[in-house]
């Protein structure tokens, strides 16, 4: 009995491999699919009549259609043979026995009799595997990243170390097709009906990728702010998603290889929300602070504070109360009150005081950048 159905699975099957097959994308594809196998068109409106062919053969004079987008990986006994990065209409041929068809003018005793004894030696199957596979060359979107609780950096900006709890999302391209299925893609996708996704929660491999941009975040976040031509500021971080896409690919490049060894690189990156640590939100008030009563800014806010000082005095105590702010403020008669007021003399212990003088002084070039920076850190007890 095995013996007849080794015969009879053999012939059936060469004779099914005879017909050329289309192939093409599977339908219902996911957006954020990254690599799976280009399937036969098996019927067209009821008219097709190829339904029984082998999955692991490609017949001779078959048609596979690379649509834009994607490239088109060649897999010969499970070896690579062949890679296609432009769109279009492409013919098959294979010097493989199995591959060999009557319709594509390999002749007639060839394709069916030689091909029905090597199957039977294999107990009816074809002996040999050949797989076309489309490998997405475009950004894919929705990888999501977060943090559960506070990462920390050194920040160039504050001159310290702070803290938030992150989450966003990343758009991921495949660079090198070849390297990313070699070394990265398991076994188990490279068949038939599989497809891997970066987003499915049941992909292993990009867990792994998870795990490695959320371990890349603070060296990132450190990379970025710590740029002096991204002017060190980590309030820029939400509005400047290309250029940390890029410290957070360099993160994860220096760390885990992507590039070189997966063929994978981040693009862009969108970051939803970052939450910093008390400390940091303090930190950030004070330099904020000190920042709005610097320069030319804070002559002007001194200055309407100090008319709207005179004016609620006005309202509340008449002339009397006229009369201490001009004494308060070391001003004599009316003319006096027309004249620039002059500000208190800042407190000895006051941090925003010391930080507007300190930001004078560098305006004014007495100082340089880095005295101020000195004095930014003293004065914030950094």
Do not use: C, H
Request: glycine share 12%; charged share 15%; net charge negative.
């Amino acid at each position: 009995m095995g013996l007849i159905q080794a015969v009879k699975g053999a012939v059936g099957g060469v004779l099914a491999d005879q017909w050329k097959d289309f192939y093409t994308v599977p339908a219902g594809l996911p957006a954020t699919a990254a690599l799976f196998a280009a399937v036969p068109q098996g019927t067209n409106a009821g008219r097709g009549s190829n339904t029984s062919g082998s999955s692991n053969i490609i017949t001779n004079g078959s048609r596979i259609v690379v649509p834009e987008g994607y490239g088109l990986l060649l897999f010969q006994d499970g070896a690579i043979t062949g890679f296609v990065a432009e769109p279009g209409g492409y013919e098959w041929r294979s010097d493989d026995l199995n591959s060999q068809s009557i319709f594509a003018g390999d002749g007639i005793v060839t394709p069916l009799i030689k091909q029905s004894w090597e199957r039977f030696k294999f107990g009816g199957q074809p002996g040999g595997q050949q797989a076309a596979f489309f490998v997405s060359l475009k950004e894919l979107p929705d990888n999501r990243f977060g943090t559960q609780s506070e990462i920390y950096w050194d920040d160039g900006f504050l001159n310290t170390q702070v803290g938030a709890v992150t989450r966003g999302s990343y758009t991921l391209k495949i660079v090198d097709p070849i390297l990313f299925v070699k070394n990265f893609v398991p076994a188990s996708y490279l068949q038939p009906g599989k497809v891997f996704d970066f987003t499915d929660l049941d992909n292993a491999a990009a867990s792994q990728l998870f795990n490695e941009v959320v371990g890349s975040l603070a060296p990132a976040f450190s990379l970025y702010t710590n740029d002096p031509g991204k002017g060190n500021r980590i309030t820029k971080l939400q509005q400047d998603s290309l250029g940390f896409a890029q410290s957070l690919s360099a993160a994860v490049e220096q760390g885990y290889q992507w590039k070189s060894d997966r063929g994978l690189a981040i693009v862009k990156t969108a970051i939803v929300s970052i939450e910093y640590d008390a400390n940091t939100r303090e930190l950030l008030k004070t330099v904020q602070r000190a920042d709005a009563l610097s320069g030319g800014r804070g002559n002007s806010n001194l200055q309407a504070s100090v008319a709207q000082g005179i004016q609620s005095a006005g309202e509340n105590g008449g002339a009397a109360g006229l009369v201490g702010v001009g004494m308060a403020t070391g001003m004599f008669g009316a003319g006096a009150m027309q004249q620039p007021v002059a500000p208190a003399a800042p407190a000895a212990d006051d941090p925003v005081a010391r930080l507007q003088k300190a930001k004078e002084m560098l305006d004014l070039g007495l100082i340089t950048q880095d005295d101020y920076n000195a004095l930014k850190a003293k004065a914030l007890g950094l």
